[in-house]
């Protein structure tokens, strides 16, 4: 009896089908790994196409490096020094500012008390090793806490500004104080807060930081003499010798509004409505609003909560300075370094200052700081806030006009020292008694007519001055610098 055709052909039709299976296999394995890697460089490209306004360097910074107090002072034997606040890479750099705030910044602090200090309790102070932050003006206390690492809620406290935050390792203690200083009356409140910080390893931190100090100083008040009291609320300290600082230029860049585009909306082909010749406003519906100042160079971002969206319980400030840093690190918005400046304790705005070598940078012919208007120098912004968001920006307000690190040229010019800083406030009627602080900042100016692409920042002496013995929040500002330069500018009050 003949076999059936298909037991005949039995074994060869397996094998056909054996080898096709393993060919589809083999398709089917080339197929996805292809589609994958195109998946994988297409998600690639997407990301490479969200551009990128700033340096990597300005744009690795973690919070508390943005919202550590401006102005530092070391004080060690009786010696004051001033400590730029750099932001540096290098080892060296590392064991000094950056290691100093990174260390304070996660130091445990506890409850605060009011205390009452005394001509000696402030001399004992000035003695004893110590850490001196200060701020460009006073500060809401929801800005100070952004930096520090409060054991339990940041302290309610009557006080409603800070001016100064200094750090102390008394002699009687094992661990370092810390002070609260509010100075916005002629009689300071003062809060006391101890801290985690071992004096051994506060100690570290101040020998570790001299090296990196820019300059000596002495203050107003020479705790070694049995003269007068302290000053109340304006002690400011005066260069010992002559100051050498950079004076810088940079030539000017600019992000396009394409590139702004395409990070704030969704659709970067958003047309402009044009209501003058110098402006241009793009909007997505109602809620998003992009206003172009093609004059100025300036955009103005704004963003408003839907209907449906409630307002969430206040947020603690830290995360608040941590969303912001985390949406300009998105698109690299950090063209400098930049620095907390203010924070507002009723609406949470924020407005950052750039630095250059550890210097603020003042914009020449503003009345800055507080002004609608912003400069190169300054970026405005207000996190945007939901239940189910705060990764966005309600407000976001800066220049696009920006300078490369890479391209900075420096030459050095020299500052007046105490001597010659009494000699020109003498000159120029200024009571010593009414000075409240004296900085190093720079000021940035646009270069002649004939290039008006090239920005220089010329070092001088900020010397904030109170205008009446009760110091209201009324203050002038003035400038001193190379050769006795003078300018007198008034400051805004806030």
Same mark, same amino acid.
């Given at each position: ?88 890479? $290098? ?13 304070? $910044? ?148 600019? @992000? ?24 241009? @406003? ?34 603690? $400030? ?151 013995? $009760? ?24």
């Amino acid at each position: 009896m003949k076999k059936p055709y298909w037991k005949k052909y039995k074994e060869p039709i397996k094998t056909t089908l054996l080898i096709s299976l393993v060919f589809l296999s083999i398709w089917q394995t080339a197929f996805y790994w292809l589609s994958s890697a195109f998946s994988n460089a297409t998600t690639e490209n997407n990301y490479q196409m969200i551009p990128k306004f700033g340096e990597k360097e300005f744009n690795e910074k973690e919070t508390y490096q943005l919202s550590a107090p401006p102005i530092t002072y070391i004080h060690d034997q009786s010696v004051i020094r001033f400590l730029p606040a750099t932001l540096s890479t $290098s080892e060296t750099e590392q064991d000094s500012y950056q290691k100093l705030i990174k260390q304070i $910044s996660q130091t445990t602090l506890g409850a605060a008390r009011s205390v009452d200090l005394n001509t000696e309790d402030w001399k004992k102070i000035l003695l004893q090793p110590g850490v001196e932050f200060q701020y460009h003006s006073a500060v809401p206390l929801e800005q100070v806490s952004s930096f520090f690492n409060w054991k339990s809620p940041p302290p309610s406290l009557s006080v409603r500004e800070v001016d100064r935050v200094w750090i102390t390792a008394p002699a009687e203690q094992e661990t370092a104080v810390l002070y609260l200083i509010s100075a916005r009356s002629q009689d300071p409140q003062v809060y006391l807060v101890d801290t985690t910080l071992s004096k051994n390893e506060f100690s570290k931190l101040i020998q570790g930081a001299k090296p990196q100090t820019l300059y000596q100083a002495t203050s107003n008040f020479d705790p070694s003499s049995s003269g007068p009291v302290l000053p109340k609320g304006n002690l400011f300290y005066l260069p010992e010798q002559p100051v050498k600082a950079d004076k810088v230029t940079y030539p000017i860049s600019s @992000i396009e509004i394409g590139d702004v585009k395409k990070v704030l909306f969704e659709d970067p082909n958003l047309q402009p409505l044009k209501p003058r010749e110098d402006w241009e @406003i793009y909007a997505h519906g109602t809620r998003q609003t992009l206003v172009y100042d093609k004059l100025k160079n300036e955009i103005q971002y704004n963003k408003q909560l839907t209907e449906s969206e409630d307002i969430p319980p206040k947020t603690e $400030s830290k995360i608040l300075v941590g969303k912001m840093n985390d949406f300009l690190k998105k698109h690299f918005g950090w063209t400098g370094d930049f620095h907390l400046e203010h924070l507002s304790s009723e609406n949470n705005e924020m407005k950052f200052r750039q630095f250059d070598s550890g210097i603020p940078i003042y914009w020449r012919g503003q009345p800055d700081p507080f002004q609608p208007d912003v400069s190169p120098v300054f970026i405005r912004t207000e996190p945007y806030i939901s239940n189910s968001n705060m990764e966005d920006a309600r407000l976001y307000q800066r220049s696009l006009d920006f300078w490369k690190p890479t391209d900075r040229k420096a030459q050095t010019v020299t500052l007046p020292d105490k001597d010659k800083l009494k000699n020109i406030f003498q000159k120029y009627k200024v009571d010593l008694g009414s000075i409240k602080q004296i900085q190093l900042v720079y000021l940035a100016d646009r270069a002649s007519a004939s290039n008006k692409n090239t920005v220089t920042l010329t070092p001088y002496w900020k010397v904030v001055v109170m205008d009446s013995p $009760s110091f209201s929040m009324k203050e002038k500002t003035f400038y001193v610098g190379e050769d006795g330069q003078w300018i007198g500018e008034k400051q805004k009050p806030f």
